[in-house]
């Protein structure tokens, strides 16, 4: 697993494309799909942030930040567009980190995207969570690029296809 940092550098023209989709509305948007329990899937809207060398979400205390403490697999999807077919997919795993320099980082990236003078009520009971960055899919009308980190298992592959070596 990568953090974006290492992914943009392996896969500067994915990475690209990924930030472009997911803030495209100006903020950071997707969907994050997660694992629950009983093994099904937990599909939510949340707000990434790419900050510095990472892809990040600060989660307010929920059963999809439950999920992830408990399993840290973690795909994120960005949000259909009105028109076209691009769309954006990330597959890894989640880690939580304690850096309280990098949480201000990520919550003042976050109140500076959405204009804010001060987080919202309850924001600083928010989790700090990491992407990492195992596989990502591309599509643009129809033509799909994978990539994977060299760790991942080919069996883990979008499709079973395409492993980028770093």
């Not at 093994?39 to 059963?63: C, D, N, Q, T």
């Not at 990330?90 to 919550?107: E, H, I, K, N, Q």
């Not at 989790?127 to 994978?146: D, F, K, P, W």
Request: a positive charge; aromatic letters at 8%; proline letters at 8%.
């Amino acid at each position: 697993m990568l953090s974006w940092g290492r992914f943009r550098r392996s896969a500067p023209d994915l990475a690209a494309a990924g930030r472009s989709l997911l803030y495209r509305s100006g903020v950071g948007l997707a969907y994050l799909g997660t694992v629950r329990a009983d093994g099904g899937p937990r599909v939510h809207p949340v707000s990434p942030l790419l900050v510095e060398e990472g892809l990040f979400a600060l989660l307010m205390v929920s059963p999809k930040l439950e999920d992830l403490l408990r399993d840290s697999r973690f795909a994120l999807h960005t949000f259909p567009m009105e028109a076209g077919e691009e769309a954006f997919y990330v597959t890894g795993r989640a880690v939580f980190p304690r850096d309280p320099a990098l949480r201000r980082s990520v919550a003042a990236a976050f109140t500076a995207e959405r204009a804010l003078a001060t987080p919202p009520p309850g924001f600083s009971q928010h989790v700090l969570v990491e992407l990492l960055v195992g596989t990502c899919v591309l599509n643009r009308a129809g033509q799909y690029i994978t990539w994977a980190a060299a760790e991942v298992p080919a069996n883990e592959l979008p499709g079973g296809r395409h492993r980028a070596v770093i």
